[in-house]
């Protein structure tokens, strides 16, 4: 991440002390933004599978063609499960 994008340069001089507060508010901010954001996504990403099952119970017999569809996205979905850096 781009720490230009959190702090613009505004052209204020700020004490070597204010500096590295901001520079350690600035760190402390991105990480959490970050850790929300990778939380969000695990919620989604359980959310669909959830929704998968659903939908993969209702065609199981009635339509198992789609059922077919149903598991195939579910198998990419948890296939995705990359580890977060």
């Known amino acids: 991440m781009d720490s230009k994008l959190l702090m613009p340069s505004s ?4 004490p070597a ?6 520079d350690a508010l600035q760190s402390a901010l ?7 954001w ?3 996504e695990e919620q ?3 959310r669909a599978l959830r929704e ?5 119970a209702g065609w199981r ?8 569809v149903v598991r195939e996205a579910r198998s990419f979905l948890l296939s995705q499960n990359v580890p977060h850096r």
């Open 44 to 46: 989604g990403r359980l």
């Open 52 to 56: 998968l099952d659903r939908l993969h």
């Open 11 to 14: 052209g204020i001089v700020v």
């Open 30 to 36: 991105a990480r959490s933004g970050l850790a929300i």
């Open 17 to 22: 002390p204010m500096g590295r507060f901001l």
């Open 61 to 68: 017999f009635s339509d198992p063609a789609r059922a077919r």
């Open 38 to 40: 990778r939380a969000l």
